[in-house]
């Protein structure tokens, strides 16, 4: 998928909603960058920083990266989770120091040890592309069955042997009576950058860019 040409007015930055936000813009502030008087009600989309020079997006994590490419946004910040399961090409120039979470392969506790003894399993998941690829270096043979919430169900309900999931704290595997069987990857939240931002926003880029790599050196 390819960029498109637009000329940017006024330096848009795309956020997921919810807990990813909060952290992010808290990053914000922390940097120097911009600051906030707080994050608007959920129903509120856009907004700005205090001396509006950013305006803010809140849409969906897996969105981000469209918004990016096709000229809405010029820098977001999302999972690195997001970015290699839809197998975006988009310049990622730091790594964030927070939502940080592991991808996991988690099944029925008293199925976990005879899991693979099966010749070929049904695996749930809302990550078919980073499953599939796991699976394949693993040399199993897999059904996945592609969802797009509660996961965590499937294995209840007979849909699935297993899932493949984001855990945080694992509590939701636990109150499911799921356990973890191997971590497949981790991630924590990336800096992305529209490549046509690098020539319309130079300075503020750059600026921004930088204040964070500052600001992670002195946290880390």
Same mark, same amino acid.
């Given at each position: 998928?390819k960029?498109?040409n637009?000329?940017?007015?006024?330096f848009t930055?795309?956020?997921p909603s919810?807990?990813?936000?909060?952290?992010s813009?808290?990053?914000f502030?922390?940097?120097g960058?911009?600051e906030f008087?707080?994050?608007?009600?959920?129903?509120?989309?856009s907004?700005?920083?205090?001396?509006?020079?950013?305006r803010m997006?809140?849409v969906?994590s897996?969105?981000i990266?469209?918004?990016?490419?096709n000229?809405?946004?010029d820098v977001g910040?999302?999972?690195?989770d997001?970015?290699?399961?839809?197998?975006?090409?988009l *310049?990622?120039?730091?790594?964030l120091n927070?939502?940080?979470?592991?991808l =996991?392969?988690a /099944?029925?506790?008293? #199925?976990?040890?005879?899991l693979?003894?099966k010749?070929?399993l049904r695996v749930?998941?809302k990550?078919?592309?980073?499953t599939a690829?796991?699976?394949h270096?693993?040399?199993?043979?897999?059904?996945?069955?592609?969802?797009?919430g509660?996961?965590?169900i499937?294995?209840?309900l007979?849909?699935?042997?297993?899932?493949?999931?984001?855990?945080?704290t694992?509590?939701?595997?636990?109150d499911?009576?799921?356990?973890?069987?191997? *971590?497949?990857a981790?991630?924590a939240?990336?800096?992305?950058?529209s490549? =046509?931002s690098? /020539?319309l926003?130079? #300075?503020?880029?750059?600026r921004?860019i930088?204040?964070?790599?500052e600001?992670?050196r002195?946290e880390n």
């Open positions: 998928m960029e498109s637009y000329n940017a007015s006024p930055i795309a956020l919810g807990r990813l936000a909060e952290e813009i808290a990053f502030s922390r940097s960058i911009a008087d707080s994050l608007p009600s959920s129903r509120i989309l907004f700005w920083d205090k001396k509006r020079q950013f997006l809140l969906r897996q969105d990266p469209v918004y990016i490419l000229g809405c946004a910040i999302t999972g690195r997001v970015l290699m399961e839809g197998g975006y090409d *310049t990622v120039p730091l790594e927070f939502g940080k979470c592991r =996991s392969l /099944a029925m506790e008293e #199925k976990s040890r005879t693979f003894q010749t070929s749930a998941t990550y078919p592309r980073l690829d796991y699976f270096r693993s040399g199993m043979n897999c059904e996945i069955i592609n969802l797009h509660s996961v965590e499937a294995p209840t007979s849909l699935a042997d297993c899932i493949v999931d984001l855990v945080s694992g509590k939701t595997l636990r499911n009576s799921l356990v973890e069987i191997q *971590t497949i981790h991630f939240a990336v800096l992305l950058v490549r =046509s690098y /020539a926003h130079t #300075k503020l880029l750059a921004l930088n204040s964070f790599h600001l992670l002195d």
